[in-house]
């Protein structure tokens, strides 16, 4: 049974940081992907960060420069790292995680994220 719980959300200022947390467990690594999603009030879920196996990196155009996505395995943990926040970075911030085969790809409808497994969800509010 895998599990993902998020934490390290919360409300900052514009040009605050923060950094979410995804504790990870029973989850079967293999030729993993590991990413963190975004979802505002009324907007559709959007990729922000990915990471896969080899420990390459995908950013949305929108975050690039300012968060940095990154896994600790032995702490079965993944990380995102925001920094010089803006007000529309606020949403639900969920982590997903997939060891399926396929393009690592940010865009949620991806067959490996469809059948992946997801988080609660974390609220980040910058005001």
């Known amino acids: 049974h895998v599990q993902l719980v998020e934490s390290g959300g919360g409300s900052v200022q514009t040009g605050g940081s923060l950094r979410l947390s995804c504790a990870i467990s029973g989850f079967a690594y293999g030729s993993y992907c590991m990413g963190w999603f975004r979802q505002a009030p009324g907007m559709l879920r959007e990729g922000v960060a990915n990471i896969v196996h080899t420990g390459a990196t995908t950013y949305a155009d929108s975050v690039k420069g300012r968060f940095t996505i990154s896994e600790d395995n032995a702490k079965n943990t993944l990380y995102l790292e925001m920094n010089s926040l803006k007000p529309e970075d606020t949403g639900m911030y969920y982590c997903?995680?997939?060891?399926?085969?396929?393009?690592?790809?940010?865009?949620?409808?991806?067959?490996?994220?469809?059948?992946?497994?997801w988080g609660q969800g974390t609220q980040v509010t910058v005001s």
């Open positions: 997903a995680a997939s060891s399926g085969s396929g393009r690592c790809s940010l865009s949620p409808l991806n067959p490996r994220w469809s059948l992946g497994d």
